[in-house]
Nanobody, 125 residues
Framework: QLQLVQSGGGLVQPGGSLRLSCAASGFTLDYYAVAWFRQAPGKEREGVSVISASGGSTMYHGLVEGRFTISRDNAKSMVYLQMDSLKPEDTAVYSC??????????????????WGQGTQVTVSS
């Protein structure tokens, strides 16, 4: 089975931090761009961030830029999303996705080959 496995979701207070992980299972992530998406109930899926295969280039949705940081460790086939200064409006199911091309200006609408199972992030007091 070739898949992405996620971890790190949970409940956090406004202003708090959370770190999401995305791990490749059955293949290596070295040559894939990886994006993070989120979807809140009743809303469309949003592209949150994307990172190039080498990790040298990144792009963020304007609503999270400055608060979230995407990174990767190709030796471990892992991609991370560090979320700081969390707000209630960040509450959503977060999913990672891997694809062969890095498309920073339209990463939210291009196709991806592999998807993680999704993890709930809830920001509430």
């Amino acid at each position: 089975q070739l898949q992405l496995v996620q971890s790190g979701g949970g409940l956090v207070q406004p202003g708090g931090s959370l770190r999401l992980s995305c791990a490749a299972s059955g293949f290596t992530l070295d040559y894939y761009a990886v994006a993070w998406f989120r979807q809140a109930p009743g809303k469309e899926r949003e592209g949150v961030s994307v990172i190039s295969a080498s990790g040298g280039s990144t792009m963020y949705h304007g609503l999270v830029e400055g608060r979230f940081t995407i990174s990767r460790d190709n030796a471990k086939s892992m991609v991370y999303l560090q979320m700081d200064s969390l707000k209630p409006e960040d509450t959503a199911v977060y999913s990672c996705a891997a694809g062969p091309f890095y498309s920073p200006h339209n990463f939210w609408e291009v196709g991806y080959d592999y998807w993680g199972q999704g993890t709930q992030v809830t920001v509430s007091s």
